[in-house]
């Protein structure tokens, strides 16, 4: 038996580093799927973490919400442990070329692509404006959206550094995620969920 159908996460610490500065950042690990297979969103810091989480399950997918070097360290290395494509927006070539010169992802995930796993479909949703490519992956059998570093616990993600956009975000925001319904809980790249509803009351549609 595969088991029911989960969402399971970790989180792991390391550095984000942009337009000649670094901090140090804790960044969720999210990992869909059941006992059999799964999908990773994000591949931030170390493998070990990653792997941690996945333990025995079939990896079908590492799946990046946008190619910031805190999303994206350790894609390629955790490509070949598990032998998985990575999917990655192409609007953030430019982005990913800053952390990986040697190594370009293997699928382009557009708007609107579906990502199977375990009986279940992530449907990517095109959100620019923290990134060009930034995407979100909804789950609707599972009511929840992860939003990587587009929405947060408390509001818009960050959009002071290179390739971001304020205006830009808020427009995905209100278009695509307040769209969805006000109960999805929102996983985010950093910290603590939230849901739509709280936060399309906070930002306002």
Same mark, same amino acid.
């Not at 799964?38 to 973490?49: F, G, K, N």
């Not at 032998?83 to 557009?110: F, G, M, Q, R, Y």
């Not at 930034?134 to 789950?139: E, N, P, Y």
């Not at 990587?148 to 995905?172: M, N, Y």
């Given at each position: 038996?595969?088991?029911?159908?989960?969402?399971?996460?970790?989180?792991?610490?390391?550095?984000?580093?942009?337009?000649?500065?670094?901090?140090? *950042?804790?960044?969720? *690990?999210?990992?869909?799927?059941?006992?059999?297979?799964? *999908?990773?969103?994000?591949? +931030?810091?170390?493998?070990? #973490?990653?792997?941690?989480?996945? %333990?025995?399950?079939?990896?079908?997918?590492? /799946?990046?919400?946008?190619?910031?070097?805190?999303?994206?360290?350790?894609?390629?290395?955790?490509?070949?442990?598990?032998?998985?494509?990575?999917?990655?927006? =192409?609007?953030?070539? !430019?982005?990913?070329?800053?952390?990986?010169?040697?190594? @370009?992802?293997?699928?382009?995930?557009? #708007?609107?692509?579906?990502? =199977?796993?375990?009986?279940?479909?992530?449907?990517?949703?095109?959100? +620019?404006?923290?990134?060009?490519?930034?995407?979100?992956?909804?789950?609707?059998? @599972? %009511?929840?959206?992860?939003?990587?570093?587009?929405?947060?616990?408390?509001?818009? %993600?960050?959009?002071?550094?290179?390739?971001?956009?304020?205006?830009?975000?808020?427009?995905?925001?209100?278009?695509?995620?307040?769209?969805? !319904?006000?109960?999805?809980?929102?996983?985010?790249?950093?910290?603590?969920?939230?849901? /739509?509803?709280?936060?399309?009351?906070?930002?306002?549609?």
């Amino acid at each position: 038996m595969a088991g029911p159908l989960r969402v399971d996460h970790a989180v792991t610490s390391g550095t984000f580093s942009l337009d000649g500065e670094t901090f140090d *950042v804790d960044n969720n *690990v999210w990992v869909v799927g059941d006992d059999d297979e799964c *999908v990773v969103i994000d591949a +931030p810091h170390s493998v070990e #973490d990653i792997l941690a989480v996945v %333990g025995e399950r079939r990896v079908k997918a590492i /799946i990046c919400t946008h190619a910031h070097d805190d999303h994206v360290r350790v894609a390629p290395a955790l490509r070949e442990a598990v032998v998985a494509p990575i999917l990655l927006h =192409p609007d953030d070539k !430019p982005l990913w070329e800053l952390t990986h010169t040697d190594h @370009l992802w293997d699928l382009d995930l557009s #708007d609107g692509a579906e990502i =199977p796993v375990a009986g279940t479909v992530l449907t990517a949703i095109h959100t +620019p404006g923290h990134a060009p490519g930034a995407v979100c992956l909804h789950a609707p059998d @599972l %009511g929840c959206v992860f939003a990587g570093d587009t929405l947060f616990q408390g509001g818009p %993600g960050a959009t002071g550094r290179s390739f971001s956009d304020r205006p830009t975000l808020e427009a995905s925001i209100r278009a695509r995620l307040f769209a969805l !319904p006000e109960d999805t809980v929102v996983h985010t790249g950093h910290g603590e969920d939230t849901t /739509i509803g709280a936060e399309a009351a906070a930002l306002g549609r």
